[in-house]
């Protein structure tokens, strides 16, 4: 997810010595609740079963395709990275959360609905397939587009993700959207964070602590990387598109930084289950 506009002072990291980290006795296991992909960035979050994650590589069929707003020169021959803004993202086009969308591996279909009305279809396999998709979106996001919208797919080793260095597996503290909510005092949405993995079972904000160490999940084993820094994005209620509450904010006040979940890499591949338990190693 994109970064916070925020001042630094305002969301500094307080530090973690190395006591605060816990240990492989002390820290709970915990169990995968959902397992979500996004294979256009910014469009909505597709549930899977189970997934197989391959050392190295990126989360299967997550950011796949992103929708271009306008010339970012993007050259799929040499990608490389290109700010969030260059897309259509949620973080400045909120209407995006209201459309539903499905993609289908095989045929490299995708469906997208409106108030659970099919409004358009197309193969983004093929050139007329994406300016189907590219077609009414234009018309779809009118004068917010900022130009040509055109349907990017990602080449062979490179996603649409906002941190192609970290951005591989992103892990979803369940326990800690829960105490956010209480800070809140309002019901936030899990599907808000875009993450992949759903964890329940570790106490609130504990795998902020976990960078450098490595977990178990179903047959994978994954190293954290980093912590996720939210941005406005969050803001968005991903059921009816509106920008109902301030999560930043309600997160750097609650906490004195705006992170939530983590970015992890697969070191070993495996397969992973919902309902799989997740075991802290190292």
Not at 38 to 52: D, F, I, Y
Not at 190 to 198: A, I
Request: net charge neutral; hydrophobic share 40%.
């Amino acid at each position: 997810m994109p970064k916070s506009n925020m001042p630094k002072s305002t969301i500094a990291k307080p530090a973690l010595s190395a006591a605060a980290a816990p240990s492989a006795v002390a820290f709970p296991s915990a169990t995968v609740t959902a397992i979500y992909r996004h294979p256009v960035k910014g469009l909505s979050a597709e549930p899977m079963e189970q997934v197989r994650l391959e050392a190295g590589a990126f989360f299967p069929g997550d950011r796949l395709y992103a929708v271009e707003n306008g010339p970012s020169g993007f050259d799929p021959a040499a990608p490389a990275y290109r700010q969030k803004t260059s897309f259509l993202m949620l973080m400045r086009d909120a209407r995006l959360a209201a459309l539903r969308s499905c993609y289908e591996d095989e045929t490299s279909l995708l469906t997208l609905t409106l108030d659970g009305v099919e409004v358009v279809q197309g193969d983004l396999s093929t050139p007329e397939g994406r300016a189907e998709i590219a077609a009414f979106l234009t018309f779809y996001m009118g004068e917010e587009a900022r130009g040509p919208l055109h349907v990017l797919t990602a080449p062979d080793g490179f996603r649409f993700t906002d941190s192609l260095r970290s951005g591989f597996i992103s892990l979803l503290n369940l326990a800690s959207v829960r105490d956010l909510s209480q800070h809140m005092g309002a019901d936030v949405d899990p599907l808000r964070f875009r993450m992949n993995l759903h964890l329940d079972g570790w106490d609130a904000g504990s795998e902020l602590t976990l960078s450098g160490r490595e977990i178990e999940i179903g047959g994978a084993r994954l190293a954290i990387l980093k912590r996720t820094e939210r941005c406005a994005a969050v803001n968005v209620n991903p059921a009816d598109a509106s920008r109902d509450l301030n999560v930043v904010k309600a997160l750097a006040r609650a906490y004195g930084h705006a992170d939530c979940g983590v970015y992890a890499k697969v070191v070993r591949a495996g397969d992973v289950r919902r309902g799989d338990r997740v075991t802290l190693l190292s």
